[in-house]
């Protein structure tokens, strides 16, 4: 295949396979003005040939919509790219190896910034001390956060830097968290320069055009990164092709967020913290520690939050994981609709980032309200089980609870599917894979649900119906695929190979099936401009 130019061209595809639901059959489409102009059988192409200005060979590669990942935290995810990453440390004595090694190597840093190290998978379950960090990095500041990103691990001389913490105020030794966690957290990314950070956040959204993922929804926010950041971030994706950004700002001040061009204040506007860092808000105590999480947000704060966006014409949103958190969410968002109307808070498809821990009670509030649950379904693949960290931290009767995708398919929520990178990695298929085969079985949903959650669910939650999907009007947003048999798969694992009923309307999508190898990326392409081909093609 050839290398498309920047501006947007009248391109032909032909010889492949198009996901598309106006014609299951599809094996070629033409794309005009950066929308899709056109799906159809091959032999029906012909007639398209002479008026293109490139004709792309698929040669049997699959065409889909690109996939949005509704939850992504772009710098913090190019610095992890560039860094120091321990998501694969598998001792505490290979993690502080690592540090001492990413030390030694980086020698000018003012600070050393690592990110993915998780304890409870560790022998002995416990993290570094400050003492063995001021070791292995000579006594310079270093910043390393937990995989959760609610909690940190830092030296001594971060701590220094900090703002507002004096000798009074420092954490004991351990994980820092709450507002600590925030004030060191901002004196590490006080410490990276603006060419530090663009640089980052174009190998972020580079690696993911290479995977095929045409839309990020950034959660940025005042306790997350920097207005700089955000609106920097912005700034570049107009500048530079590659994915589109949207972007949340997770701040209480609805006037603030519409000013830094946010089309929601919202992302991760925190109910509470995370489960891995026993922060996430419960209505039981931990199965692993005496007390239930923190609070951030109640019921009341949440409905004037709510009622300021409705009436702003803005999306609010909020990052809940624990049950307690999810319930004052829901009341606050009924508050808010007793004040301004239920069907004005259903319009404006207010978000509840990763909703983990739901009771039946909490996912038909959801369907009440009209909320799109944006979700991560690698957190389940990564955490799940009975031997997983949510089990550790819950128990297990309660961690096979969380996560119920089936059961907020099946009561009409919205989903949009996320990574939260850099908590987990960008891997569109990956978390397909995850969410068609959960660990926990009755939450599973087909592969056809979970990829359109991560394609038009992504484009649905931020009040766009008619994207996400190949169909003519559609915006040219695609990716092209080297992948194996198409199959059918249904919820209860059964795969089918492909239906020829054309009555079935059903495209194919590739399989799945733990231990298949995933699609390859060969071409993306965002508003009919390519922004990604894989070297060789």
Same mark, same amino acid.
């Given at each position: 295949m050839s290398e498309s130019a920047a501006q947007p061209k009248t391109v032909l595809l032909r010889r492949g396979e198009v996901h598309s639901p106006a014609d299951p059959f599809a094996t070629a489409m033409v794309v005009e003005r950066g929308q899709v102009a056109w799906v159809g059988s091959e032999g029906a192409a012909d007639a398209f040939a002479d008026g293109v200005d490139e004709v792309v060979d698929l040669d049997g590669a699959?065409?889909?919509? =690109?996939?949005?990942?509704?939850? %992504?935290?772009t710098t913090a995810t190019g610095l992890a790219l560039t860094g120091l990453d321990l998501s694969a440390a598998p001792t505490l004595e290979a993690a502080l190896a690592a540090v001492r090694d990413f030390a030694a190597a980086r020698p000018r840093d003012r600070v050393l910034l690592g990110h993915g190290w998780d304890a409870s998978r560790w022998p002995g379950g416990r993290p570094p001390t400050r003492a063995e960090l001021d070791e292995a990095t000579a006594g310079r500041p270093l910043y390393l956060s937990r995989i959760d990103v609610h909690s940190a691990v830092v030296t001594t001389a971060l701590l220094d830097l900090a703002p507002g913490l004096d000798a009074a105020d420092r954490p004991a030794d351990g994980p820092v968290t709450a507002d600590a966690h925030h004030a060191v957290r901002a004196a590490a990314l006080a410490a990276v320069t603006p060419q530090q950070r663009t640089?980052?956040?174009? !190998? =972020?959204? !580079?690696?993911?055009?290479?995977? &095929?993922? &045409?839309? %990020?929804?950034?959660?940025?926010?005042?306790?997350i990164s920097s207005e700089d950041d955000f609106t920097g971030l912005l700034a570049l994706a107009v500048e530079d092709p590659g994915p589109r950004v949207v972007g949340y700002w997770a701040e209480q001040n609805v006037g603030r967020a519409r000013e830094l061009g946010a089309v929601g204040a919202a992302g991760d506007l925190f109910a509470d913290g995370a489960l891995g860092s026993h922060t996430a808000c419960l209505r039981e105590p931990y199965a692993d520690a005496a007390h239930t999480g923190t609070a951030h947000l109640g019921a009341g704060a949440v409905a004037a939050h709510v009622v300021a966006?409705?009436?702003a014409g803005l999306q609010a949103g909020f990052h809940a994981i624990g049950d307690a958190a999810v319930e004052a969410v829901v009341e606050g968002m009924r508050a808010a609709a007793e004040k301004t109307g239920l069907a004005r808070v259903r319009a404006a498809r207010h978000r509840v980032e990763h909703a983990e821990m739901l009771t039946p009670e909490t996912v038909a509030a959801f369907a009440e309200? &009209?909320?799109?649950?944006?979700?991560?379904p690698a957190f389940d693949a990564l955490w799940g089980g009975e031997e997983g960290m949510y089990a550790q931290r819950l128990g297990v009767r309660r961690a096979r609870t969380l996560n119920p995708f089936a059961a907020l398919l099946r009561a009409g929520v919205?989903?949009?599917? &996320?990574?939260d990178s850099p908590v987990t990695p960008l891997d569109p298929w990956g978390t397909v894979r995850a969410a068609a085969f959960h660990r926990t079985p009755e939450h599973r949903?087909?592969?056809?649900?979970?990829?359109? =959650?991560?394609?038009?669910?992504?484009?649905?939650? %931020?009040?766009?119906?008619?994207?996400? %999907?190949?169909?003519?009007g559609a915006p040219a947003d695609y990716a092209v695929w080297r992948t194996g048999e198409l199959v059918v798969q249904a919820p209860d694992d059964r795969v089918a190979r492909w239906s020829t009923d054309p009555r079935s309307g059903t495209p194919g999508l590739p399989d799945l099936a733990p231990g298949r190898d995933l699609p390859v990326c060969l071409r993306t392409v965002v508003g009919g401009r390519t922004v990604h081909v894989r070297p060789g093609e």
């Open positions: 699959l065409v889909t919509p =690109a996939f949005t990942d509704a939850h %992504v935290h640089e980052a956040q174009r !190998a =972020a959204l !580079a690696h993911a055009a290479s995977l &095929g993922i &045409g839309t %990020v929804h950034e959660c940025g926010g005042p306790e966006c409705t009436e309200l &009209g909320l799109t649950a944006s979700v991560q919205p989903l949009a599917f &996320g990574s949903i087909s592969v056809r649900a979970a990829f359109t =959650a991560h394609t038009r669910g992504g484009w649905r939650a %931020v009040g766009r119906d008619d994207a996400g %999907v190949l169909v003519p």
